[in-house]
């Protein structure tokens, strides 16, 4: 399984977009970027995942560079309940195991 | 509502006794997880089960048994010979990817946890 790299913490503004970035330089073609997160001391929730394309949903949008080394979580109008510990993971398409690294804490600032 | 549920939310045992961890769900999910965390890491794999009576070793099972008796239900006993338990323990389900072989089916559901305190 891929490795991701993603920074320790970012801070952000209330209302203001919240670009998360995460480098997969070893990504193969069968794997899928997933985004996760976790508000302290509940279970991770589902954010979004994309193979090559752009993907958005209600939570979020997720770009990912065309040589797929790399992507970034957008939350357009992050609110204070999104502060909270973001985890890039790269899945292979052929099984369902998680590899969780250490994320991104996200505090968002009033 | 369809969810993922762990029992008891807290829980202390004296060093050398074992004690399970609850877990149900009742989604429909053909696989389920169990994972450890530790503070300021991330998840950790102990084990996982595909389908009712086969379950198999993730990273770190060394100290842990599990049973898969149910669909519905995946316990986790943390053992004696488990070195280090204190931890935030978390249970989770989704449908089998290794059927569909299809990425899209197999959001993981994540539980809330039961953080464990051996004391």
């Known amino acids: 399984d891929a490795k991701t790299t993603q920074p320790p913490s970012m801070d952000c503004a209330e209302g203001r977009a919240a670009n998360l970035p995460c480098n997969h330089s070893t990504i193969s073609g069968n794997e899928y970027v997933y985004w996760y997160r976790q508000i302290h001391s509940q279970g991770p929730q589902y954010i979004i995942h994309g193979l090559k394309n752009n993907e958005t949903n209600e939570m979020a949008s997720l770009i990912i560079t065309e040589d797929r080394k790399s992507s970034t979580l957008i939350l357009p109008h992050a609110t204070l309940r999104d502060t909270a510990v973001y985890y890039c993971i790269v899945k292979s398409g052929a099984t369902n195991k998680l590899i969780f690294g250490t994320g991104t804490l996200l505090a968002v600032q009033p | 509502d369809g969810g993922i549920t762990q029992s008891p939310k807290y829980l202390f045992r004296k060093e050398g006794q074992n004690v399970t961890l609850s877990c149900e769900q009742n989604?429909?999910?053909?696989?389920m997880y169990w994972y450890r965390q530790d503070p300021g890491q991330g998840l950790r794999l102990i084990y996982y089960s595909q389908i009712v009576n086969d379950f198999q070793k993730g990273d770190i099972a060394e100290g842990y048994s599990v049973s898969r008796e149910k669909k519905e239900s995946f316990p986790l006993t943390v053992t004696s010979a488990q070195k280090n338990p204190t931890a935030f323990y978390l249970c989770?389900?989704?449908?089998?990817?290794?059927?569909?072989?299809?990425?899209?089916?197999?959001?993981?559901?994540f539980g809330p946890g039961t953080r464990l305190t051996v004391l």
């Open positions: 989604l429909n999910h053909d696989a």
């Open positions: 989770a389900s989704s449908f089998d990817s290794l059927a569909s072989r299809d990425a899209d089916v197999n959001e993981q559901f």
